[in-house]
Every structure is written in structure tokens, then in C-alpha cells.
Nanobody, 124 residues
């Protein structure tokens, strides 16, 4: 059974940085695309970033392009989200998700496996 555990969230001032990690167990992530999504209070879960199985293809939501970077270490079965120049509107619970495919996708319905989420709060 696939398990995804996010960590690295917290409280940070606007302009600051955080690095989220997603540790996978139960199944290697080597052959599967991974994604990060976020859900702010009262809003729907939205796509943030995704990375292909080999890491050579990435995609980002327009709201985070140039500020966030997704990466992966298949040897450690871990995916990362480096978040720089954080803004108050980045405040949300951030979720890691895994596909059953090697290709990236921005549709949350294409990700069958999800972590429990980690809270990111950006103060102004």
C-alpha cells in the first residue's frame, strides 16, 4: 500500500522560503510521476507542481512559476518542493500525490495516492 508523508511546513514571513519533503513507502516512486497540490481554507484543492518519473519534465501552476521548484530523489523515494519568495496567498495545506503513470499531470483526479498534507502559513 502506498503511503506518502509530507513534512517541512510551518510559519514563515512573506519573502521567506520553505522546503517541503514527501517521503514515499509501500511502492517505489521510480516509475511514477509525482505532484504537489494545495488547498487554502474554503477553497478547492489546486495544482502546484508536478514532475515526471525521471525528473526531466516538470510543470507548474502560473501562480508559483519562478518561485517554486519541484525535484525528486528516486534513490531516497522522496520528492521535494522548494518554495521561495513566499506570499500570504501561498498559505494552504500542501499535499503530495503520486500517479500511476510516468507523465506529469495537473488534474488532481489523475492522482490516486495522497499524503495527509502539511500546513504552510505565510504572514504579511
Amino acid at each position: 500500500q502506498v503511503q506518502l508523508v509530507e513534512s517541512g511546513g510551518g510559519l514563515v514571513q512573506a519573502g521567506g522560503s520553505l522546503r517541503l519533503s514527501c517521503a514515499a513507502s509501500g511502492r517505489t516512486i521510480n516509475m511514477y510521476a509525482m505532484g504537489w497540490f494545495r488547498q487554502a481554507s474554503g477553497k478547492e484543492r489546486e495544482f502546484v507542481a508536478a514532475i515526471s518519473w525521471h525528473g526531466r519534465s516538470t510543470s507548474y501552476a502560473d501562480a508559483v512559476k519562478g518561485r517554486f521548484t519541484i525535484s525528486r530523489d528516486n534513490a531516497k523515494n522522496t520528492v521535494y518542493l522548494q518554495m521561495n519568495s513566499l506570499k500570504p496567498e501561498d498559505t494552504a495545506v500542501y499535499y503530495c500525490a503520486q500517479r500511476d503513470s510516468w507523465a506529469t499531470a495537473g488534474d488532481k483526479n489523475l492522482y490516486p495516492y495522497w499524503g495527509q498534507g502539511t500546513q504552510v502559513t505565510v504572514s504579511s
